[in-house]
């Protein structure tokens, strides 16, 4: 199997079953996608940005289903002067329920700290996103948008659907701080979700003393649970190199013993978290 083929097959699967980053939130249900791996899939663009290759996967989920109809991805949706206001990730027709969903996909990763004040914060590998104001922004903005009148006269204009109901499906990873006692509690984020550790380069030595190389985890795959296989794919990188690209931005490493992956981050993250 090539490495497209395999880190497709991964990533698709990942969708199908991996926990859930969100669970319900006020008035929008995680949606409970009844979503199998087809068995001839087409190849994904493993260059493109994170958020449109997992909109790229959960296409090919939807249009493969018996279940469901994709009515449409990415909908613009602009006012009266043109203006764009918003965007729908997707319109999905249920054949079951005969509901038509309005779906919003996110794949995110936030690393819980305790700032200076002790007050605990949720950065990205970015600092410039955070999920406290991701949070604010799926609710006050994303998950409204169908409520909003523009969006009902094109909906029922351009499709002849009156009625949506609005889910979500956020993925992804939550990062306590390695030898932290505590058990970060993000608000929203589910207790079941995915977690794993992160690290500054200055705490290598206390928790990896011995290590010599590692595998570093391509972004299209940090959502993806590791296994033997796709972890064999990976490329072993000796430690020193690791650190050399984590002074610069953190780093998403696995621990070849233990099959764990881990953040390595710059010493001065996150500086621009607020």
Not at 96 to 120: P, Q
Not at 148 to 161: A, S, V, Y
């Amino acid at each position: 199997m090539c490495i497209e083929d395999l880190y497709t097959t991964h990533l698709l699967r990942s969708l199908c079953s991996a926990p859930l980053l969100v669970a319900d939130l006020v008035g929008v249900p995680a949606w409970d996608a009844d979503l199998v791996v087809p068995s001839v899939v087409p190849k994904l663009n493993f260059e493109q940005k994170l958020g449109h290759l997992y909109e790229d996967a959960l296409e090919i989920l939807i249009r493969a289903s018996d279940r469901y109809e994709l009515v449409a991805k990415n909908l613009q949706v602009s006012d009266a002067s043109g203006r764009t206001i918003g965007e729908i990730d997707f319109l999905v027709g249920d054949s079951r329920s005969g509901i038509v969903w309005h779906l919003e996909l996110a794949v995110k990763f936030y690393l819980a700290f305790l700032d200076g004040k002790g007050t605990e914060r949720y950065p990205g590998p970015d600092p410039r996103d955070n999920w406290i104001n991701k949070l604010k922004h799926l609710q006050e903005r994303q998950l409204r948008l169908s409520e909003q009148p523009e969006t009902r006269e094109l909906l029922e204009g351009r499709f002849g659907i009156r009625n949506v109901m609005t889910a979500q499906r956020v993925y992804g990873i939550l990062f306590d701080q390695i030898g932290s006692s505590r058990e970060s509690r993000p608000p929203a984020v589910c207790r079941s979700c995915r977690r794993a550790k992160w690290l500054y380069l200055k705490q290598w030595e206390s928790f990896y003393p011995s290590l010599e190389a590692v595998r570093i985890v391509p972004k299209c795959l940090w959502p993806v649970e590791m296994s033997d296989e796709l972890m064999g794919s990976l490329v072993v990188v000796p430690v020193e190199e690791l650190k050399r690209q984590a002074r610069e931005r953190c780093i998403l490493f696995c621990d070849q013993a233990s099959g764990d992956v881990a953040f390595l981050v710059p010493d001065d993250w996150p500086q621009l978290s607020d």
